[in-house]
């Protein structure tokens, strides 16, 4: 009796720490992404899931490295963006959750409204297709530019139609675009780098980017993985009340919870 119970006790113990075991590598970028992970890591590790975090500078490696295996998974992109990764570079890769928002701003050292842009002004937007494109809609919608009806989301500055201030585009890296204010007269940021930059993307932008664009951040892995029960940890995890509450608190309607 007495070597039946401690075989028992010895195979529960072997069967938690297996799943206690059970470890995971996710990618982000730095700032918001990397800090809200930190906080999915400490409610995944009490749901037996232990995620290493891996921060990446730029938007293009950790898609890269999700489809090499050095990643099982990324939280960096919104959705456009890992439509065109696919599309562009043949990645077997899908989301399997929504993340967060975070709704672009247009950010200036030289003038406090979009309205004092002089004539040939020059602003700088990211130089990836997405994020180049959602910055242009950003000033399309602000009434600067124009494009033909149906232009849809992968748009240049060749696409524009309409650009009564003769505005010139810079197109740049996005993690440069900060850097670049004083280079420019203004500048289409994305909020983690405006963030990384000491910038404040709730009282700093001299316009921003409507909560409703199409642009919500997601959580993703290859699709041969989508239905693996560590997916389904990591989800619950981000979608947890902790973490929700964790975003309000830290970012103060910089960073929307997208759940």
Do not use: C
């Amino acid at each position: 009796m007495k070597k039946l119970i401690l075989a028992a006790s010895l195979a529960a113990l072997f069967s938690a720490g297996t799943a206690l075991a059970e470890s995971i590598k996710v990618g982000v970028t730095p700032g918001p992404h990397a800090q809200i992970m930190e906080k999915v890591k400490e409610v995944a590790a009490t749901k037996g899931l232990d995620i290493e975090i891996l921060e990446f500078s730029d938007y293009v490696v950790p898609n890269q490295a999700l489809t090499d295996g050095d990643l099982n998974a990324n939280s960096f992109q919104h959705q456009p963006y890992l439509d065109n990764q696919v599309a562009d570079r043949g990645f077997d890769l899908v989301s399997v959750a929504q993340s967060v928002n975070f709704p672009m701003g247009v950010y200036s050292k030289k003038v406090k409204s979009l309205a004092d842009l002089a004539d040939g002004a020059t602003v700088a937007i990211p130089n990836d297709p997405t994020n180049g494109g959602r910055a242009l809609l950003v000033l399309a919608d602000q009434g600067l530019i124009k494009f033909k009806d149906g232009a849809g989301l992968k748009i240049g500055p060749a696409d524009v139609i309409e650009n009564p201030k003769n505005l010139t585009f810079a197109e740049l890296d996005a993690a440069q675009l900060p850097r670049a204010l004083d280079d420019v007269d203004a500048s289409v940021i994305n909020t983690n780098y405006a963030l990384e930059a000491g910038l404040n993307p709730g009282t700093d932008p001299i316009a921003r980017e409507s909560e409703k664009a199409p642009y919500i951040n997601v959580i993703a892995v290859k699709a041969a993985d989508k239905d693996a029960a560590w997916v389904k940890t990591l989800i619950e995890s981000y979608h947890s009340d902790a973490v929700k509450a964790f975003i309000q608190e830290e970012f103060k309607g910089a960073v929307i919870p997208a759940w």
